[in-house]
C-alpha cells in the first residue's frame, strides 16, 4: 500500500480556528480474518485502524484503535471479537498514530459511546503527547 495523503478538516477548535492534519489514507475495507491480515498488512510499522461489523443491516465502524510498533499484530488481538471488516493506514511514528487515533475515536463517536472503545485512547507508554481534540491529558 503507498501512502496516499489526504488533508482533512479535522476540527474547528475554540479559540484556534481550523485545524487542518495531513492523514493518510485509510485502506479498503478487508474481511477481518487472520490470512487476511498477513497478506495485507505486510510491514511491521504503527499503524491505525478501524474495525466494524453490519448494525441492523447497516455497516458501522465500532472500534478503532492503532499499534506505536506493530499494526498487524494489534489486529489479530481483535480476531474473534465479533468484527467482520478492517480498514488500515502505517503511521510514521507512534505519535503520529496516537494523533491519528485520538481524531479517529473523537470523530466516530467514541465520546457519545457510539464506538466499543471504553475509553479515550491511551498515550506511548512514557510519552506526555496531548489529545489534538480534547483536554483529557492537560
Ligand atoms: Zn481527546
Redesign the pocket.
Known amino acids: 500500500m503507498t501512502a496516499r495523503i489526504t488533508i482533512f478538516k479535522v476540527a474547528v477548535a475554540a479559540g484556534k480556528g481550523v485545524i487542518y492534519m495531513a492523514v493518510k489514507k485509510m485502506s479498503e475495507q478487508y474481511r477481518l480474518t487472520p490470512t487476511m491480515i498477513k497478506n495485507i498488512v505486510t510491514q511491521k510499522k504503527p499503524g491505525n485502524y478501524r474495525l466494524g461489523k453490519l448494525v441492523n443491516g447497516q455497516s458501522r465502524i465500532k472500534y478503532v484503535g492503532r499499534s506505536d510498533t506493530d499494526v498487524a499484530f494489534r489486529l489479530l488481538t481483535h480476531i474473534s471479537e465479533g468484527y467482520s471488516w478492517f480498514k488500515f493506514c502505517y503511521a510514521d511514528s507512534a505519535e503520529e498514530a496516537f494523533e491519528r487515533e ?1 481524531h479517529e ?2 470523530a466516530n463517536g467514541g465520546p457519545e459511546g457510539k464506538l466499543d472503545n471504553v475509553r ?1 485512547p491511551d498515550r506511548p507508554k512514557g510519552s506526555n503527547y496531548k ?1 489534538p ?2 483536554k ?1 491529558f492537560d
Open positions: 485520538c475515536y473523537h479515550h489529545c481534540r480534547c483529557i
